[in-house]
């Protein structure tokens, strides 16, 4: 396996979309930022160094780091953020990951400019489970906000309502052309009649799932974070905020000018309806028409287009990508994710009876400390954390009933982690809830992929839903959307020692507090160990 090295440069750059100008944290330069590309088991060395005017801390989406949590970057959970003017040198150590994955800063919400690709290519060189695509393009999903990012944050938090949604969803950095002032504003793919592009998309959004189709194609979906799919033919995409999608494209329809095109999925909150384009120009002489074609795409509110699409997902499941989904689970827990609402000095907050929104997981709003919990429990720091994080939500009620219990609209707020056996396997039932608001939370683990098992809708039954459970060849995934008024199973197996945050990779939840954190203890045997850390942690 190679080692790679690469210089990440942070600088605050102008840039200018839909006719304004702004500038905006990026890395090199760039945005999005540079793809890193890789192959299966290599490691990636990143220099960063913060030139720009505030902290930032990056994050390495999906790579498991096994046992070495100190680069994995989530702000406050492993490491304190690099302040302008230092530097941190951080290590990637990709396993069996394959496909793609994404960097993105893991702290306010700087992701929103700060993020890129990471192609992991397989071992073997032209060893796909597929025939070999002639090429492969890296598409990005992104948002546009003509306003300065902190400054959405901070007026977000401080009026406690929804945060204001963006100008423009983007692809590969442009809105395209269905904008006000966006015409030169358009990422166009080139392709030639005949060949087949695998597309490695990234959704990047920050606070929707997105739904994304190409006018007169289907394509055939292949991959998922960084994991083979049975072969998936179908004629739109549906990619949660964190998800990757690797699909296979073949340039077989009239020479042409195409649009693919995303949207939103939303049912709940503000958001933005507004759908973002991208021109697929076949190579040729013919003249191309003055407006392309639009793909269909599903409705905003299309739960059932939504949920029918991510549950196709299966692994490929052969010999040379075996299943391993844990049979017998040591640590059984039962997750509720809500929204919230805490009441505002004088009843002056943007949410609901003029409340403030909060997020939780079984009723815990997480509170995060003021120096990281990856050295507070390496370091054994007191009083940073507690280990008293609950297995299940303070007391049963119908989960997506309307009527909810008042006591649990005010969740409680704590710096509280999961501690788990090395080597124990773990089953979490993430139920939505309906407190407030029910939608759709796309949840994400660091430190590990996860089987997802099953998924239902309505309150989960644990004496017959279990029988229906999928562990012959279940999706491996980091990123996994909860349906709106239902619940997803994902079963793992806690084989990587570290401090390992779970969180909703919706931007919103997880700044009111919708995320918890997982300890896996140490093993006997010095492989089954935390590693030390490097030198040049930033300090706290
Ligand atoms: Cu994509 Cu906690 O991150
Ligand atoms: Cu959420």
């Given at each position: ?95 069996d ?218 692994s490929?499941g052969?010999?040379?990508?075996p299943v391993d989904v844990p049979k017998n689970v040591t640590n059984k827990f039962f997750f ?55 297995s299940n ?25 999961k501690v788990l056996k090395y080597n124990s396997t773990v089953e979490i039932v993430f ?14 683990l660091?430190g590990y992929s996860f089987y997802v098992v099953g998924w239902?809708?309505?309150?989960f039954n644990n004496d017959t839903d279990p029988l229906n459970y999928n562990l012959v060849d279940p999706p491996l995934m980091?990123?996994i ?6 619940w997803t199973t994902v079963r793992f197996k806690a084989s990587n020692p570290?401090?390992w945050?779970m ?15 997982f300890i896996t203890q140490n093993g006997k045997?010095?492989?089954a ?12």
């Amino acid at each position: 396996a190679l080692i790679h090295r690469h210089k990440f440069v942070l600088t605050d750059t102008p840039f200018t979309r839909l006719c304004s100008n702004k500038s905006i944290l990026v890395v090199n330069g760039q945005f999005p930022g540079p793809t890193i590309y890789a192959t299966e088991g290599d490691t990636i060395v990143v220099d960063v160094h913060n030139q720009a005017s505030e902290n930032v801390t990056i994050h390495w989406h999906g790579v498991k780091q096994p046992r070495y949590p100190w680069s994995d970057g989530p702000n406050y959970i492993t490491q304190c953020p690099i302040q302008p003017g230092s530097n941190f040198s951080q290590k990637i150590i990709l396993s069996d990951e394959i496909g793609t994955l994404w960097w993105h800063a893991h702290s306010d919400w700087s992701r929103a400019t700060v993020h890129g690709a990471i192609v992991i290519r397989p071992k073997k060189k032209n060893n796909y489970p597929f025939r070999k695509p002639d090429v492969e393009v890296p598409i990005i999903l992104g948002e546009w906000w003509k306003s300065d990012i902190q400054a959405v944050l901070n007026e977000f938090l401080s009026n406690g309502g929804d945060p204001n949604v963006s100008d423009a969803f983007l692809i590969n950095g442009q809105p395209g052309d269905l904008y006000p002032c966006s015409r030169s504003d358009t990422y166009n793919l080139t392709v030639e009649y005949g060949k087949t592009y695998l597309i490695r998309m990234v959704n990047a959004v920050m606070n929707t799932i997105m739904f994304f189709s190409i006018a007169n194609h289907s394509v055939t979906v292949v991959g998922s974070d960084a994991s083979y799919t049975k072969p998936i033919k179908t004629d739109y995409i549906a990619i949660s905020p964190g998800q990757t999608i690797d699909f296979l494209l073949k340039a077989n329809q009239t020479p042409s000018h195409y649009y693919m095109a995303a949207h939103a999925y939303a049912i709940a909150g503000n958001y933005d309806n507004t759908t973002t384009t991208a021109i697929i120009q076949y190579k040729g002489n013919y003249t191309p028409p003055s407006s392309p074609l639009l793909p269909n795409l599903p409705g905003f509110n299309n739960t059932n287009a939504s949920i029918n699409f991510t549950s196709r997902l299966r692994s490929l499941g052969n010999n040379d990508y075996p299943v391993d989904v844990p049979k017998n689970v040591t640590n059984k827990f039962f997750f509720t994710l809500s929204i919230n609402l805490n009441p505002c000095p004088n009843n002056s907050c943007a949410g609901p009876f003029n409340e403030r929104f909060r997020a939780s997981v079984n009723n815990i709003t997480f509170v995060q400390p003021n120096i990281d919990i990856l050295q507070a429990y390496y370091r054994r720091i007191r009083n940073v954390y507690d280990d008293n994080f609950p297995s299940n939500p303070p007391f049963t009620f119908n989960y997506t009933s309307d009527i909810i219990p008042r006591a649990l609209w005010r969740p409680q707020n704590g710096t509280e982690v999961k501690v788990l056996k090395y080597n124990s396997t773990v089953e979490i039932v993430f139920q939505g809830t309906n407190i407030v608001a029910g939608i759709d939370h796309p949840m994400h683990l660091h430190g590990y992929s996860f089987y997802v098992v099953g998924w239902g809708r309505g309150n989960f039954n644990n004496d017959t839903d279990p029988l229906n459970y999928n562990l012959v060849d279940p999706p491996l995934m980091n990123t996994i959307a909860v349906p709106v008024n239902g619940w997803t199973t994902v079963r793992f197996k806690a084989s990587n020692p570290g401090v390992w945050l779970m969180h909703c990779h919706l931007e919103r939840h997880i700044s009111w507090g919708m995320e918890m954190v997982f300890i896996t203890q140490n093993g006997k045997g010095k492989d089954a160990r935390i590693l030390p850390p490097p030198q040049d942690m930033p300090p706290c």
